[in-house]
C-alpha cells in the first residue's frame, strides 16, 4: 500500500479531475499505479468509486450526503 503522502496525492488529482468534469470539461486524465487513465463526463460514478477508495485508504469518512442513513422500521 503506498504512503499516505502518496495517496494524498491521488485523492488531491482525482478530486480535481472530477471537478474538471463536472465543470465542463470533455476528459480529465489522473495517473496513479504507474498508469494513466482517462475519465469523461459518462464515467463519473467510477471516478466518484475511485475517490471513495483512497478516502477509505487513508480513513478519511464519507461526507455526510454520501454515508448511509439509519432506517426505522414501523410495525
Do not use: C, N, W
Not at 494524498?8 to 496513479?32: C, D, I, K, N, P
Amino acid at each position: 500500500m503506498p504512503d499516505t503522502a502518496t495517496l494524498t496525492t491521488r485523492l488531491e488529482e482525482a478530486e480535481a479531475a472530477r471537478h474538471r468534469l463536472m465543470t465542463g470539461a470533455q476528459e480529465a486524465s489522473v495517473e496513479y499505479a504507474g498508469f494513466k487513465t482517462s475519465f469523461s463526463a459518462t464515467d463519473l460514478a467510477r471516478l466518484d468509486a475511485y475517490i471513495a477508495e483512497l478516502r477509505r485508504d487513508l480513513g478519511i469518512e464519507a461526507p455526510a450526503s454520501q454515508r448511509r442513513r439509519a432506517r426505522r422500521v414501523l410495525f
